[in-house]
């Protein structure tokens, strides 16, 4: 039996809702890949799971503005196409739908993707999904089809302390064996340095849910939002009052008042500040990752809780420098 479109969007996105949300009620360097047969893949292999890195063994891969808040629909808006060539959605292969978004990545650098661990929570989901970069209409392959680069999750790596669900460390890397072409439609983020700690405003970027209903609403076109950077202290003190802890490697964001948070398939992708000094070129830094939040989504007094990457800049280095010795 053929199962509908969206009984398997909605499956596929309780799985990954159940662990993103409570219910409420540096300079990029290209890696070298050496091509190993044999024995010596096998011992290639078996050293890159020494450092938590998993294959994914995926064989074949077929390559195919709601501006202001209502009581309905969250303050996201559609952003300018290609505005933002660091986002990537990540998709994953379905019987009679093909490729169906689920959650989102940012491009660090031509091999490495950096997401949230949900995101690779499940072996079986991340051997039948793939990374597409350079898309802004997701739903529109055929108009996009120039622009859109799509690649294997040949390795992934999640933080070792990472607990799988509402927990800290939620954080990962997909390494892809084919190196992304950069042009006007995909470009890396630049990373922050270690331990900063963000202030100001953040821009979400991702296809989520932006419905504030029991009834979903997912956006085929890249969608923004403005966002506060909220006093961790605050955070803390309000996520309490829920029972839920907050970690000192998070990020969180308002409105306090509503009607702007993450959601439902924003998982893994990018918190934004554009940067900076006069003297120095600007650049897009990715300062969170989509972790957490609560349903229904944009409640008054509901943080969205975000992974502080600067929390994890020398984690990132060294995974990435590591795995070139193997690669």
Request: some cysteine; charged content about 15%; overall charge negative.
């Amino acid at each position: 039996m053929i199962l509908s479109y969206r009984y398997i969007y909605s499956v596929l996105l309780t799985t990954i809702a159940s662990i993103m949300v409570v219910l409420s009620s540096a300079p990029h360097m290209q890696l070298p890949v050496r091509k190993c047969t044999g024995p010596a893949a096998h011992n290639m292999a078996m050293s890159l799971a020494t450092y938590g890195l998993l294959e994914n063994r995926i064989s074949t891969l077929d390559a195919p503005q709601q501006t202001h808040w209502t009581k309905k629909f969250l303050a996201k808006r559609e952003a300018t196409p290609h505005s933002a060539p660091f986002v990537v959605s990540i998709q994953m292969m379905t019987p009679d739908q093909g490729l169906v978004h689920y959650c989102a990545g940012t491009v660090i650098n031509e091999h490495w993707i950096l997401t949230a661990a949900h995101c690779l929570s499940s072996p079986q989901l991340v051997e039948n999904s793939v990374i597409v970069a350079g898309s802004h209409d997701i739903h529109n392959r055929r108009g996009e089809a120039g622009n859109v680069q799509v690649r294997h999750i040949d390795y992934y790596v999640r933080h070792e302390l990472y607990l799988g669900g509402v927990n800290p460390y939620d954080i990962a890397l997909i390494y892809t064996k084919k190196p992304l072409a950069f042009d006007e439609y995909v470009q890396p983020a630049t990373m922050p340095e270690q331990d900063a700690h963000p202030e100001g405003y953040g821009t979400l970027y991702g296809w989520g849910n932006v419905s504030m209903t029991a009834v979903p609403d997912y956006p085929h076109k890249l969608q923004l939002a403005n966002m506060p950077i909220l006093d961790m202290t605050l955070c803390e003190e309000i996520l309490a009052r829920s029972g839920l802890e907050l970690h000192e490697t998070n990020l969180c964001t308002g409105p306090l008042t509503g009607g702007v948070s993450i959601c439902t398939a924003d998982s893994g992708g990018p918190l934004m500040q554009e940067c900076c000094e006069p003297h120095l070129q600007q650049s897009n830094v990715i300062i969170g990752i989509v972790s957490w939040g609560r349903l229904p989504c944009g409640q008054k007094n509901a943080p969205s809780v975000f992974v502080r990457v600067s929390a994890f800049t020398d984690w990132i280095n060294q995974i990435i420098s590591t795995a070139t010795q193997f690669m």
